[in-house]
């Protein structure tokens, strides 16, 4: 099994095992939309008429990710089209190809992350397109590209992030064998998972956040893989709060 085909098998089983609820009849619908300045929001809740679905509910009878049809809004149709996620397109498969991780799951992260604003700096000092700190940059750049240019402005260049962010991912799906658990230490921190005894803390922030980027990464494996990629329904008990992303 090639390594692309060995990812999607881990994701579908990571989430099916964590997000998938007996007795429940249907996930929570994810909204989104980008402002006038490129700014991306997500929210289960559809606090008024910008947000679109980004999925379609269970039950639709195409079955299929919302595309040129739908409401030129939502989020897929930014993303299909939008110049600075084509020009990234290049940094995402390159990564791909270096580490294993789907170009569809950097993508996502960045949306979740960043809203593809790639001069982003968070209040906790985290820069650029996948939103990675300064430590975690120096330890997942190398040693080569962290001698001809300090960390910071590593991690300024969207080529760079990128890669320190997929280097990262790689790792940490490694020592969780579970997508979904990588990106709550992602999201929380190594620590916060540890305390979880290696699984899906509950944080509501961290579900709010793994649920979005993993919505957001099989829409994009559908669009991608529509012959392989049929269905995955996603579900909690309870909807995560509403998330925008800034």
Not at 34 to 39: Q, S, Y
Request: glycine content about 8%; aromatic content about 6%; hydrophobic content about 40%.
């Amino acid at each position: 099994m090639s390594r692309r085909h060995t990812f999607l098998a881990r994701l579908c089983l990571a989430t099916l095992l964590i997000w998938c609820s007996p007795g429940q009849a249907q996930s929570p619908t994810l909204y989104g939309y980008v402002d006038g300045a490129g700014v991306a929001h997500l929210s289960y809740q559809r606090p008024d008429a910008r947000y679109q679905p980004v999925l379609r509910e269970r039950g639709d009878e195409t079955g299929q990710v919302p595309g040129k049809a739908h409401h030129r809004s939502t989020l897929l149709t930014w993303l299909e089209f939008a110049p600075e996620v084509k020009a990234l397109q290049p940094v995402l498969r390159k990564a791909e190809q270096a580490t294993g991780v789907d170009a569809e799951l950097l993508k996502a992260i960045i949306t979740v992350e960043s809203g593809y604003q790639r001069n982003l700096v968070s209040p906790a000092g985290a820069i650029g397109l996948m939103q990675i700190t300064p430590d975690t940059g120096l330890r997942y750049a190398t040693k080569a590209e962290l001698a001809a240019r300090p960390v910071d402005e590593h991690l300024r260049n969207p080529s760079l992030n990128v890669m320190t962010g997929a280097r990262m991912l790689a790792d940490l799906t490694r020592r969780y064998g579970s997508i979904a658990v990588a990106l709550a230490a992602w999201n929380a921190g190594e620590g916060t998972v540890r305390k979880a005894g290696g699984k899906l803390p509950r944080i509501a922030e961290t579900q709010a956040h793994v649920h979005m980027v993993l919505e957001l990464y099989w829409a994009l494996l559908q669009q991608r893989q529509q012959s392989r990629a049929r269905e995955l329904t996603l579900v909690r008990q309870d909807a995560p709060p509403s998330v925008a992303l800034r």
